[in-house]
């Protein structure tokens, strides 16, 4: 017998579950758990550098099980459940015990009037009950390892149930367990067919029901090997599991159905261990609309964060973003059986050509590379394809060619080109004397070449035997039912493959000390306030940033001799700790060329902020920099993420152009220049209309010690925001020209 200071489980308890006539459901969000392990590398504001990789081992294949409030009476839900798990634990070889107050057996299993009473420590306890507190509180020190809560009530349902979970989290906490949910459910204990072989899919869902489309993919050949259903997350969350089975032998590719992450740093080691290890995240995550984010907040009761941040940070670490479910799991199937592509090129071959033609103008839309075949090349296709006919890319057969033996010779031709890695081959209906054959050679193609072959197979049926035995039976050929998916899927198969062969861990350069630039910035901070543009532009100086030569001055005298020390023509601006945009309020004056002009400028200056009621702390007297590209640099706090950094065309149509990239900090000088050629206008950066290009190493070197400030400073910076920063012809910088900062 376990030890228990609780002995028995306790009469609210029981009374709990002789009630319970339904499965109890319930749902929390709580922060995620610190680790215990004090060598974790920590980043300068104290942040980890490795994700903390929880040993799930025992939860997917246990030893012993536990069932508490397991039930055999017919037409209780806790039946049907007792009796899958029962399934189940006979399936991954577990010995289960039941457990319930008052029942001598269930199902022929001798029952367990209480945890306490359990003949053996068990790895796993699936509790049946609707509140779990209280079992939890039991199970401390029973030295279990994981535990399930089906239970929902919890931070879905408002604020009261937030509360209860976080009470519920606290207690995991105390008692050293690890637990899934609550309001999660069964998926976990599912069937995975064992008669497949190859790299599986590991599933990941927050709303079980969204996972059923990749499940089901094993009835299409397609092997699955985990299913982790999150719930509510109050301790396991997404980024356990996304950890856990990027390490796994078997896992080839990990989809996910997200509708909120609960901390945004776990997310990001988590992606980062799989970029490293090559193992593919797919995600849908839901969210992206405002009514969205409502939706999924009611249903997990998880900030769903600012999308656009959400979007860029999957990018930054390899995640693949889709939209649907379709999506999921075609993407999901290639990603994890597809090998790694031996070149960029994409072939569109069909019996159509206007099949080939929409096809390829669709693929070329979305960034495919269709190389255009050599003339050697379509020299050798026209051996068996009519010179009439276009060869170089799509490839129109003219459709008799592929009846007989010339199909394969086609097929294995285009293959051989070394500019060819991708094979696709839209067949948009069944005419079963070339569907048939084209899809036999196809096929059979496939188990010669390491080259991946795609094939759309367009009839609405789905029953023909090419389509249902052919294609569906090969594990070699992807096979997909709509043009758009296809497309999505080889766009994230090549995506993937290219940014693993780069990738470089951002977490590794990640500063983990401060730089004497902090101690400067320290110095300059002033909690809860907004600084000065003046003392804004200090801090940016703290960190190596360019500024105008200016002073700042309290007398019209003053102004006329910071003039001639900063050289003709000048700005003149307001500065003070309550001023944002100066030029709607008349702040800014510019061109000054004579010190009258700097005298009326100053008193004018003056009169508008004592009339506005603006105190300030002088007038900024500026050099005038006119000749320049303006950008915006700035840092804003994320809810999920904490700091990023966004980088656009700056200047008074910032707010109307909406051209803007972020990252989430730590990143390095590749995703700073990947920021700058996902902006719209990025060709004003190169040059255009007789401009010269602009410094953008400069404005890299801007972006990337901003970067550093965001990072040492922390949730100290609220906000800052450079607009706008002139970036100079190339080689002559970049200079911040305003600058606005809120510390928290």
């Known amino acids: ?38 060598a974790i590398p920590v980043d300068v504001s104290g942040r980890p550098l490795h994700a903390d990789v929880p040993d799930l081992d025992r939860f997917f294949r246990p030893e012993s099980v536990a069932v508490i409030g397991a039930s055999d009476a017919e037409g209780r839900p806790n039946t049907g459940i007792t009796r899958q798990l029962i399934a189940w634990a006979d399936r991954v070889g577990a010995r289960i015990h039941p457990v319930h107050p008052t029942r001598p057996t269930v199902f022929g299993l001798a029952c367990h009037a209480s945890v306490a009473d359990l003949p053996e420590q068990v790895d796993l306890a699936v509790l049946l009950v609707s509140d779990p507190l209280p079992v939890i509180e039991e199970l401390a020190d029973t030295k279990v390892k994981f535990a399930v809560a089906f239970a929902s009530g919890f931070a879905e349902t ?59 993919l094993q009835k299409l050949g397609i092997r699955l090997s985990h299913w982790a259903p999150t719930g509510n997350e109050a301790d396991l969350e997404t980024s356990d599991f996304i950890s856990y089975f990027a390490e ?32 593919p995240v797919v995600a849908v995550k839901v969210g992206r609309t405002e009514a969205g984010a409502r939706m999924a907040a009611s249903h997990t009761g998880k900030l769903t964060g600012a999308d ?59 960034g495919l590379t269709l190389p255009t075949l050599s003339q050697a090349k379509q020299d050798e296709l026209h051996q068996w394809i009519p010179p009439y006919l276009n060869v170089a890319n799509p490839v129109d057969n003219g459709g008799h060619p592929v009846g007989d033996w010339r199909g394969r010779k086609i097929i294995d031709a285009i293959l051989a080109d070394p500019s060819v ?59 997909f039912r709509t043009f758009g998916n296809c497309i999505t899927a080889v766009r994230a198969y090549l995506g993937h493959h290219h940014f693993t062969a780069r990738y470089r861990s951002p977490f590794e350069d990640a500063p983990r000390t401060p730089s004497p630039s902090y101690r400067k910035a320290q110095a300059l901070m002033r909690p809860g306030q907004q600084l000065s543009e003046h003392a804004a532009k200090q801090l940016l100086r703290a960190y190596g940033i360019r500024v105008p030569r200016e002073q700042l001055v309290t007398s019209a005298a003053a102004a006329v001799r910071a003039a001639g020390l900063v050289g003709y023509p000048v700005v003149m601006k307001a500065s003070g700790p309550q001023l944002g945009h100066k030029t709607e309020l008349g702040l800014v004056k510019i061109g000054l060329t004579s010190a009258s002009q700097i005298r009326d400028a100053y008193r004018e200056l003056t009169d508008i ?117 002139m970036v100079l012809p190339r080689g002559q910088g970049a200079v911040a020209l305003d600058a606005l900062a809120i510390c928290r």
């Open 609 to 725: 902020a004592r009339y506005e009621n603006v105190p300030l702390d002088g007038i900024l007297v500026c050099q005038m920099v006119e000749r320049g590209v303006e950008m915006v640099v700035g840092v804003t706090q994320d809810d999920l993420f904490g700091p990023t950094v966004t980088v656009g065309l700056g200047g008074v149509l910032v707010e109307v152009l909406h051209d803007a990239a972020v990252r989430v900090p730590p990143f390095g000088e590749d995703q700073a220049r990947a920021m700058l050629t996902e902006l719209r206008g990025h060709a004003l950066l190169e040059g255009v209309r007789g401009a010269p290009p602009a410094d953008v190493d400069a404005l890299v070197e801007v972006v990337l010690r901003i970067q550093r400030m965001a990072l040492e400073l922390g949730d100290q910076l609220s906000e800052l925001d450079i607009n706008p920063l």
């Open 308 to 366: 656009t941040v959400v979007d860029a940070a999957m990018r930054q670490f390899g995640v693949i973003r889709v939209d649907g479910l379709d999506e999921l799991q075609d993407t999901a199937a290639l990603l994890a059986r597809a090998r790694r592509p031996e070149a960029d090129g994409v072939v569109v071959y069909s019996i159509s050509g206007g099949t080939g033609a929409h096809f390829s103008d669709l693929a070329t839309e979305a």
């Open 248 to 279: 796994q032998p078997e896992v080839g590719a990990i989809a996910c159905y997200v509708e909120g992450l609960k901390d945004g740093r776990s997310f990001l080691l988590a992606a980062d261990r799989a970029a490293r290890n090559g193992v």
């Open 421 to 479: 890695g991708v094979l696709i081959c839209p067949i948009t209906g069944p005419f079963p004397p070339m569907s048939d054959k084209l899809a036999q050679d196809l096929v059979d193609a496939a188990e010669q070449t390491d080259k991946l072959i795609c094939v759309i197979w367009g009839s609405p049926v789905g029953t023909e035997d090419a389509y249902r035995t052919t294609l569906l039976g090969s594990s070699r050929v992807a096979t």
């Open 1 to 38: 017998m376990l030890g228990s200071t609780h002995g028995t489980l306790t009469t609210d308890f029981r009374a709990r579950v002789e009630a319970c006539g339904e499965t109890p459901r319930t749902a929390v969000h709580s922060s995620a758990a610190p680790s215990a392990d004090d």
């Open 158 to 216: 408002g604020g009261a149930g937030a509360a209860a979970q976080e009470r519920l989290a606290a207690a995991v906490r105390r008692s050293g367990l690890r637990l899934l949910g609550p309001n999660t459910n069964l998926n976990a204990f599912e069937e995975f067919r064992d008669d497949l072989d190859g790299p599986a899919i590991a599933l990941i869902t927050q709303s079980g029901h969204q996972g059923r489309p990749v499940y089901t």
